[in-house]
């Protein structure tokens, strides 16, 4: 079966300070792959998403970036984070001819 | 782009009473809508989904609907239960966008014994 991890699940970081947040899944191949952030009380709103190894899409502008070094794994980053960075970051991911997608943990990020 | 809204933002319900939310969609071409259940602090859940070609689906106490001509769907929850209580988003697909989920703004369902 597939799963997805991602890590870490909370952080505390401060403002201007650097941001890595990492997902990866397992026991499938090829995935779409997703970083979602919802603020407090919000909706999901969806930041990148990949279909392949160094495929990277922005959905909107901002101080944050995303890579894909390998076929299942996912990373989130920052230089210099801002207040407004603060939120809950989903990773998600779906199979290439599929429909469902399926959320990691999430990790929780305050910027002080 | 395409656009979800999301209708009410909050919901109070007494056990055992209906719960019905609203989205409505902005791209014609979308033909994927699921419906997730979010509990407190943790991950999106896929309750129920539904593709365009089928008016409506139903999974025990759950059921979707959904108009195309109207551009709007909705979720049905019968016989509520405490454990229905979350937040309920709702996403819209739109064609060629490698399912880039469109998500409304969520609305949050309590259910009172």
């Known amino acids: 079966s597939q799963t997805i991890h991602q890590w870490p699940a909370t952080l505390v970081q401060p403002v201007g300070s650097p941001l890595s947040l990492e997902c990866t899944v397992e026991?499938?191949?090829?995935?779409?792959l997703y970083w979602y952030r919802q603020a407090a009380g919000r909706g999901l709103q969806l930041l990148f998403y990949s279909v392949g190894i160094g495929q990277i899409s922005s959905e909107v502008p901002q101080n944050l970036s995303a890579s894909r070094p390998q076929d299942r794994q996912f990373i989130l980053s920052s230089k210099k984070l801002l207040l407004s960075d603060s939120g809950f970051y989903l990773c998600?991911?779906?199979?290439?001819?599929?429909?469902?997608?399926?959320f990691g943990e999430g990790s929780w990020l305050t910027v002080v | 782009g395409e656009n979800v809204e999301q209708h009410p933002s909050t919901l109070s319900v007494q056990e055992g009473d209906s719960a019905v939310i609203k989205c409505t969609y902005s791209d014609s071409a979308s033909n994927y809508f699921p419906w997730y259940k979010q509990e407190l602090g943790k991950r999106p859940q896929l309750i129920i989904d539904?593709?365009?070609?089928?008016g409506e689906k139903k999974d025990q106490r759950i059921a979707v609907t959904l108009n195309k001509t109207a551009k709007h769907f909705s979720l049905h929850i019968t016989e509520t239960q405490p454990e229905d209580s979350a937040v309920y988003f709702c996403?819209?697909?739109?064609?060629?966008?490698?399912?880039?989920?469109?998500f409304g703004a969520g609305t949050r369902l309590a259910v009172h014994p």
């Open positions: 026991g499938t191949s090829n995935p779409n």
């Open positions: 996403a819209a697909s739109p064609l060629g966008g490698y399912n880039k989920l469109i």
């Open positions: 539904i593709r365009s070609n089928v």
């Open positions: 998600a991911w779906k199979r290439g001819f599929g429909n469902t997608i399926y």
